[in-house]
């Protein structure tokens, strides 16, 4: 009987002592998106422009240089149809020129968390992942000199909403366009 008092005087005490001491789990990872390959044969923007120059009359190819191409990306809450504007509200992120028209970054026996650091863009986030979101991956090219237009650099655009995956790897075809990646949470 003395036990019984004992215990239930002291168990609102330890109950208070518990709700003190606990700490508030805090919520972070990172999201990763792995450039494997891009193609853009013919050289052009978003528009049909060329990157770098005009077109060469007899084949219709772009006569300079090839593109200088970089990536953004933009993570935001899922929308079923997918805006440009407006902010990237689960975050973003960029990469430096990458390479020309086409290139592609190789990993080890196609395992893409075995590939290089390379084409990878890391977005840091500190809260609780959504089951859902909308990826907006582009293609830039660095020193366009057609600047007629808000779009007259990009070269490509993709949209994509997605749910958790560990890797998924991801293709967006386009006319003479290609972009294949992979991407983790």
């Not at 036990?3 to 239930?8: L, M, Y």
């Not at 026996?109 to 840091?124: C, E, L, M, R, W």
């Not at 490509?156 to 560990?166: Q, Y």
Request: some cysteine; glycine content about 6%; proline content about 3%.
């Amino acid at each position: 009987m003395w036990n019984c008092i004992r215990i239930r005087n002291w168990l609102p005490i330890a109950c208070l002592l518990l709700m003190i001491w606990t700490k508030v789990s805090q919520s972070s990872g990172y999201f990763e998106l792995q450039l494997i390959a891009v193609e853009n044969v013919n050289g052009e923007l978003w528009d049909g422009e060329c990157c770098d120059g005009t077109r060469n009359s007899q084949d219709q190819r772009c006569e300079r240089d090839e593109c200088d191409t970089y990536f953004k990306v933009c993570l935001k809450e899922y929308q079923s149809e997918v805006t440009t504007t407006g902010p990237c509200t689960f975050g973003s992120g960029s990469t430096d020129v990458l390479g020309g028209n086409t290139f592609s970054f190789k990993t080890a026996k196609n395992n893409p968390s075995k590939a290089s650091d390379v084409g990878k863009i890391i977005i840091p986030f500190h809260f609780a992942w959504p089951r859902s979101y909308t990826l907006i991956l582009e293609a830039w090219d660095w020193d366009n000199s057609t600047q007629n237009s808000e779009y007259s650099s990009l070269t490509a655009i993709l949209f994509t909403a997605a749910g958790c995956c560990i890797w998924s790897e991801n293709d967006a075809a386009y006319i003479h366009k290609k972009i294949k990646f992979c991407k983790r949470k």
